[in-house]
């Protein structure tokens, strides 16, 4: 079984940071693309960034030049560093991985998510 743990959510406000954090642990052979979605309140799931498995980043337009993902490979572990938030980034947080649990098999698994919240 594979399990996506992440923490780093909480208070900030209006133009602070946060450091999310992803964790995958279990019988991972490797580990694909993985990416952070969030959940605003009230909206469907949407994607926010996705980092493939030699770094190459995407992210939607309203993050650009403010949010960073990242992965240290030997941890198996993803970040999203998120500067300048916006009260509209209040969201839940989550995030994802496409694992090989062996060279011919992939799953998508999900974190249970963090809560970020932007406000003064």
């Known amino acids: 079984q594979v399990q996506l743990v992440e923490s780093g959510g909480g208070l900030v406000q209006p133009g602070g940071s946060l450091r999310l954090s992803c964790a995958t642990s279990?019988?991972?052979?490797?580990?694909?693309?993985m990416g952070w979605y969030r959940q605003p309140p009230g909206k469907q799931r949407e994607l926010v960034a996705t980092?493939?498995?030699?770094?190459?980043?995407n992210y939607v337009d309203s993050v650009k030049g403010r949010f960073t993902i990242s992965r240290d490979t030997a941890k198996n572990t993803m970040y999203l560093q998120m500067n300048s938030l916006k009260p509209e980034d209040t969201a839940v947080y989550y995030c994802?991985?496409?694992?090989?649990?062996?060279?011919?098999?992939?799953?998508?698994?999900w974190g249970q998510g963090t809560q970020v919240t932007v406000s003064s």
């Open positions: 279990g019988s991972i052979f490797s580990i694909e693309t």
């Open positions: 994802n991985a496409d694992v090989r649990i062996t060279l011919w098999r992939r799953n998508v698994y």
């Open positions: 980092i493939t498995s030699v770094g190459s980043t």
